[in-house]
């Protein structure tokens, strides 16, 4: 607008030479000479702005798994998990819908791009839009547990069309257990993880419950050794024996800042699933036998203060696990040239006087975590 006020302000100073009076109507019939480009800045500097175009966000998440079905069919032996995943641009996403730790025997659509990443089986994609996967599961024979993992969706269910006859099916996720008897549907956790299935005899699961209640397993017994050495580095190595009549879930909680370093259950290697803080559940398939036993062996490791060269403190622990436990044995071995006493909720016993270290034992307890405080001295010599 400034230059429109120039040329009116020019033209008010040319009127204003002439000996004329100026009026509404001599103005009008002024006549006022400017430049092609001084027009032009001055249209469009008239004009009203155009609005920049507005973009839309993006969504907080680009690729997910939406739903995932997985149908039971006793007959043939097998699972069909049907997977909705959706992808909400054009570009490259690993989607994952299931976990790795067993394999699919059968895959549709066929020319899908599945890939094992991350302990998860993932679909690879750049297609925008929903999708839809098949993958196809062996079921284990009766008496022994399927173990489906999956992954984190938000409808997540298990559908049984039919069951054979007198034969029910356990569908168990960490301590929760439900049966189905007939055709049905049950709801899986949205969160992801391990769960069960166990096809048994139906007369065996309706039988009642001694006293209305009874634990699914017993810790019959667990031995550790743990060893320490002087700059501090910490190896516990334990065997623990459960006894059970249905496949479950060994719960133990690790000792605060300890390591899982290897797990084995009757002499099989196997991945715990991880919790928070420590929280490791191991699966134990069912016995063969009512009341038999699993042994389950296991390490971690753990780092404290380097050893004093005189005397010193150091606290130790064993794993906590809601199982009732009749006895916990438990050998502490620190550098020979050391006396050790202890003090906590464990009690030293002296019939191992051929093994080095302190034989401490804990027994009779539930959900109770075995804690010992060790003094050491350095031995003087006469």
Same mark, same amino acid.
């Given at each position: 607008?400034?230059?429109?006020?120039?040329?009116?302000?020019?033209?008010?100073?040319?009127?204003?030479?002439?000996?004329?009076?100026?009026?509404?109507?001599?103005?009008?019939?002024?006549?006022?000479?400017?430049?092609?480009?001084?027009?032009?800045?001055?249209?469009?500097?008239?004009?009203?702005?155009?609005?920049?175009?507005?973009?839309?966000?993006?969504?907080?998440?680009?690729?997910?798994?939406?739903?995932?079905?997985?149908?039971?069919?006793?007959?043939?032996?097998?699972?069909?998990?049907?997977?909705?995943?959706?992808?909400?641009?054009?570009?490259?996403?690993?989607?994952?819908?299931?976990?790795?730790?067993?394999?699919?025997?059968?895959?549709?659509?066929?020319?899908? &791009?599945?890939?094992?990443?991350?302990?998860?089986?993932?679909?690879?994609?750049?297609?925008?839009?929903?999708?839809?996967?098949?993958?196809?599961?062996?079921?284990?024979?009766?008496?022994?547990?399927?173990?489906?993992?999956?992954?984190?969706?938000?409808?997540?269910?298990?559908?049984?069309?039919?069951?054979?006859?007198?034969?029910?099916?356990?569908?168990?996720?960490?301590?929760?257990?439900?049966?189905?008897?007939?055709?049905?549907?049950?709801?899986?956790?949205?969160?992801?993880?391990?769960?069960?299935?166990?096809?048994?005899?139906?007369?065996?699961?309706?039988?009642?419950?001694?006293?209305?209640?009874?634990?699914?397993?017993?810790?019959?017994?667990?031995?550790?050794?743990?060893?320490?050495?002087?700059?501090?580095?910490?190896?516990?190595?334990?065997?623990?024996?459960?006894?059970?009549?249905?496949?479950?879930?060994?719960?133990?909680?690790?000792?605060?800042?300890? &390591?899982?370093?290897?797990?084995?259950?009757?002499?099989?290697?196997?991945?715990?699933?991880?919790?928070?803080?420590?929280?490791?559940?191991?699966?134990?398939?069912?016995?063969?036998?009512?009341?038999?036993?699993?042994?389950?062996?296991?390490?971690?490791?753990?780092?404290?203060?380097?050893?004093?060269?005189?005397?010193?403190?150091?606290?130790?622990?064993?794993?906590?696990?809601?199982?009732?436990?009749?006895?916990?044995?438990?050998?502490?071995?620190?550098?020979?040239?050391?006396?050790?006493?202890?003090?906590?909720?464990?009690?030293?016993?002296?019939?191992?006087?051929?093994?080095?270290?302190?034989?401490?034992?804990?027994?009779?307890?539930?959900?109770?975590?075995?804690?010992?405080?060790?003094?050491?001295?350095?031995?003087?010599?006469?």
């Amino acid at each position: 607008m400034k230059p429109l006020l120039i040329l009116l302000i020019g033209a008010s100073s040319l009127l204003a030479e002439t000996p004329a009076r100026v009026t509404a109507a001599t103005l009008d019939e002024s006549e006022v000479h400017i430049t092609y480009g001084e027009l032009k800045r001055l249209v469009a500097a008239a004009l009203p702005k155009e609005k920049p175009p507005e973009t839309k966000p993006k969504p907080p998440v680009q690729a997910a798994l939406l739903s995932s079905l997985y149908r039971l069919d006793a007959k043939s032996g097998t699972i069909i998990a049907e997977l909705q995943v959706e992808s909400f641009d054009n570009d490259w996403y690993l989607i994952p819908i299931a976990g790795s730790a067993v394999g699919a025997v059968a895959i549709d659509p066929k020319d899908a &791009r599945i890939v094992a990443s991350d302990d998860h089986l993932c679909l690879i994609t750049d297609k925008a839009g929903a999708q839809n996967v098949k993958l196809t599961f062996a079921l284990a024979k009766e008496g022994q547990g399927t173990t489906l993992h999956l992954a984190a969706s938000p409808v997540a269910s298990l559908e049984v069309k039919e069951l054979p006859e007198g034969k029910v099916l356990r569908v168990q996720h960490g301590s929760t257990t439900q049966t189905l008897s007939s055709a049905d549907v049950a709801a899986l956790p949205a969160t992801g993880g391990e769960v069960t299935l166990i096809l048994e005899d139906a007369r065996k699961a309706a039988q009642p419950l001694a006293g209305g209640v009874t634990d699914d397993a017993v810790l019959t017994s667990a031995s550790y050794t743990t060893q320490v050495v002087r700059d501090g580095s910490v190896l516990t190595e334990g065997s623990i024996v459960v006894r059970h009549d249905h496949p479950v879930r060994l719960t133990l909680q690790l000792p605060e800042a300890s &390591r899982l370093l290897q797990c084995h259950a009757n002499g099989d290697p196997v991945r715990p699933t991880l919790g928070e803080a420590g929280r490791i559940e191991i699966p134990l398939d069912g016995p063969t036998t009512d009341g038999a036993e699993s042994e389950v062996k296991l390490s971690f490791t753990a780092t404290l203060p380097a050893l004093q060269a005189a005397e010193g403190e150091i606290d130790l622990a064993l794993p906590q696990t809601p199982l009732f436990a009749k006895q916990i044995d438990w050998n502490v071995q620190l550098p020979s040239d050391y006396n050790l006493s202890v003090t906590g909720n464990v009690d030293p016993i002296t019939d191992k006087t051929t093994a080095s270290g302190l034989h401490l034992r804990k027994s009779l307890c539930r959900d109770q975590q075995p804690q010992a405080r060790i003094t050491y001295r350095k031995r003087t010599t006469n």
